[in-house]
């Protein structure tokens, strides 16, 4: 699904927010394939609200890069 999609269909960002609250790891690794990683993510977050809210556990991002 692109960007173009999401801001002009609105059929395409319902589906999205759906699949983002039916499997929300799932969603959330899926958009981190988006992203450079050094260390890519395995578990996109702790949701428990235990203590503190965690994302992306154990993944290193390559935020700074020269081509």
């Given at each position: ?30 958009q981190a394939q988006r992203l450079e990683?050094?260390?890519?993510p395995t578990e996109a977050g702790d ?21």
């Open positions: 699904m692109s960007v173009a999609d999401l801001t002009t269909n609105p059929s395409s960002r319902a589906a999205l927010h759906a699949r983002s609250l039916a499997d929300p790891d799932g969603f959330w690794l899926e990683w050094i260390t890519a949701w428990s609200f235990a203590e503190t809210i965690s994302t992306c556990a154990g993944s290193t991002m390559a935020c700074s890069m020269s081509r």
